[in-house]
């Protein structure tokens, strides 16, 4: 089993075919990054930063972030790391709203999901932005010619509209001029500045976002919560919750067409990843990058080889015409892997 496992990390994510598979990881905590290199992942699709602004009173400052991206970024030697700006709200928690000064704004029994969240609560207090964006920068920063800084990318949460990317750059360039008057070098080209394609309105207007945002991330975790209208996080709907949805295909399928024709890069950063025949059907959707929990990753590889482009063409016809869950969720358990 460990033998198999040695060398399948140093085999190449393809098709039978030789069509090469991006597979990464998703990190909530710095600790899992021994994990992810172990199993193989090919960089960070999605640093979800909330665990720096998790246990404590206080915000997180510059250089105390700037240090934990840097190790992280040290620690990936070179590939490359997604770092995703604060997605506070939610079901990530309303005791954020008081660390900000907000929690009087935030009235009681409204609803979290759909209030504000991501970028929203971000653009509400952009020095909370500010700082992240500085620390990101900073720890991408080539100094020294450290050759273990590989690619960073940033990813703006919770995006529905465009004028959020607009100003979140407007933000970041603005940052990115105050470092370089503090004589800070920056890699150059910046970082590229993405978004989670994670709402109906991000994917309905794909088109639009992939003029404004320099890559995109299907956050397919919130992407079936706000399409179907079901909590991600109540049990008592949990049976309706599924990424399989016709509807919810229906936006990955326009999403992923997009991000294509803009020559966007894409991936797929949500749950549904980490299930190799569903990773089938994204593939016959045109997907060819992953991002999922790190202890997944061998296992989808293994799959992903023995796979052929036409049986997930195949797939993702036979899927794409039925109109119920049940059909679709049949398709794809009976695929032969
Ligand atoms: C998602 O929504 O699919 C996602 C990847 O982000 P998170 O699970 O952190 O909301
Ligand atoms: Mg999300």
């Not at 085999?11 to 030789?18: E, N, S």
């Given at each position: 089993e460990k033998r198999t496992f040695g060398r399948l990390k140093k085999?190449?994510?393809?098709?039978?075919?030789?069509e090469p598979i991006e597979l990464l990881a998703n990190l909530e905590l710095p600790a899992e990054l021994p994990m992810l290199l172990r199993n193989g992942?090919?960089?960070?699709?999605?640093?979800?930063?909330e665990f720096l602004f998790g246990e404590r009173d206080d915000l997180p400052d510059e250089d105390g972030q700037t240090a934990t991206y840097r190790s992280i970024i040290e620690g990936m030697d070179g590939r490359p790391v997604t770092i995703r700006v604060l997605d506070w709200g939610g079901e990530k928690g309303r005791a954020c709203m008081r660390r900000l000064g907000l929690a009087e704004q935030v009235a009681d029994g409204d609803n979290p999901a759909l209030g504000l969240r991501g970028i929203r609560l971000l653009l509400r207090v952009p020095d909370v932005l500010e700082t992240q964006f500085a620390a990101i920068l900073r720890a991408a920063s080539p100094a020294d010619g450290n050759t273990a800084i590989g690619p960073v990318r940033i990813l703006l949460p919770m995006v529905t509209s465009a004028d959020e990317v607009i100003e979140a750059r407007e933000i970041y360039d603005k940052v990115a001029r105050r470092l370089k008057r503090r004589q800070i070098v920056l890699p150059d080209p910046l970082p590229p500045l993405g978004i989670m394609v994670e709402t109906p309105a991000a994917a309905l207007t794909a088109n639009t976002m992939a003029q404004h945002a320099d890559f995109m991330a299907l956050g397919t975790n919130d992407l079936t919560m706000y399409t179907l209208a079901v909590?991600?996080?109540d049990s008592m709907v949990a049976d309706r919750?599924?990424?399989?949805h016709p509807a919810v295909l229906q936006l990955i399928a326009l999403t992923a067409e997009s991000a294509l024709r803009a020559h966007r890069p894409i991936s797929v950063c949500g749950e549904m990843a980490s299930d190799p025949r569903v990773v089938a059907l994204l593939i016959g959707l045109g997907l060819r990058s992953f991002s999922m929990n790190s202890a997944s990753l061998p296992r989808v590889k293994r799959l992903i080889r023995t796979l052929k482009m036409e049986d997930c063409d195949h797939l993702r016809r036979h899927v794409m015409m039925e109109t119920d869950l049940a059909s679709i969720q049949s398709l794809i358990r009976d695929f032969a892997l």
């Open positions: 085999l190449p994510a393809q098709l039978q075919g030789g992942a090919k960089g960070i699709g999605l640093l979800r930063s909590d991600r996080a919750y599924s990424p399989l």
